[in-house]
T-cell receptor, first 115, second 113 residues
Framework: EPEVTQTPSHQVTQMGQEVILRCVPI?????FYWYRQILGQKVEFLVSFYNNEISEKSEIFDDQFSVERPDGSNFTLKIRSTKLEDSAMYFCASSERTGFNSPLHFGNGTRLTVT | AQSVTQLDSQVPVFEEAPVELRCNYSSSVSVYLFWYVQYPNQGLQLLLKYLSGSTLVKGINGFEAEFNKSQTSFHLRKPSVHISDTAEYFC???????????FGTGTQLKVEL
């Protein structure tokens, strides 16, 4: 079964550094998402992306965050200047269509640790 | 705004015993409800979903859930758990026309021998 793959599985970075989290969505999917889960807290929506544009973003997704689909297969999340509170598990997801009847397929996540 | 509440952060249970993981939602509009499972070191996997129709929904791995509109609940059940069911379970809701998920805080199911 096709999978969403994320790399790296664990990233450690120093506060203030830029970090890029990478995702390869399922090949025929058109909608892409980032979620994050701070340890012990809820899984939270960050951003959705379709047709090379952000379609929706949450309050968390401020100017420090950006997303890009640099080629036909990768979908990246960049954090420009990391803060301690950015430490979390970041999940990429993709779906074939929009709408509640098109389930999200999640990757295994990237654990980001900011020191 | 819609939200889901998972009251139990941890549920220990012995193998072959039944289990119920509780989820309550709040929304003033139509809701679409989901249960996801996260096995250790893995991503979120869809267990089952309620979109419309029959209120009893069957999912993978022998799990089922019942949508109860009057009690605004969507509890997950399994009649007999296995060690391999040890995982974190997340209830989630979508409202409106999109598929942005709002998750609960998760319930850690620990199955013991």
């Amino acid at each position: 079964e096709p999978e969403v793959t994320q790399t790296p599985s664990h990233q450690v970075t120093q506060m203030g550094q830029e970090v890029i989290l990478r995702c390869v969505p399922i090949s025929n999917h058109l909608y892409f998402y980032w979620y994050r889960q701070i340890l012990g807290q809820k899984v939270e929506f960050l951003v959705s992306f379709y047709n090379n544009e952000i379609s929706e973003k949450s309050e968390i997704f401020d100017d420090q965050f950006s997303v890009e689909r640099p080629d036909g297969s990768n979908f990246t999340l960049k954090i420009r200047s990391t803060k301690l509170e950015d430490s979390a598990m970041y999940f990429c997801a993709s779906s074939e269509r929009t709408g509640f009847n098109s389930p999200l397929h999640f990757g295994n996540g990237t654990r980001l640790t900011v020191t | 705004a819609q939200s889901v509440t998972q009251l139990d952060s941890q549920v220990p249970v012995f193998e072959e015993a039944p289990v119920e993981l509780r989820c309550n939602y709040s929304s003033s509009v139509s809701v679409y409800l989901f249960w996801y499972v996260q096995y250790p070191n893995q991503g979120l996997q869809l267990l089952l979903k309620y979109l419309s129709g029959s209120t009893l929904v069957k999912g993978i791995n022998g799990f089922e859930a019942e949508f109860n509109k009057s009690q605004t609940s969507f509890h997950l059940r399994k009649p007999s758990v296995h060690i391999s069911d040890t995982a974190e379970y997340f209830c989630a809701v979508v409202t409106g026309g999109g598929n942005k998920l709002t998750f609960g805080t998760g319930t850690q199911l620990k199955v013991e021998l």
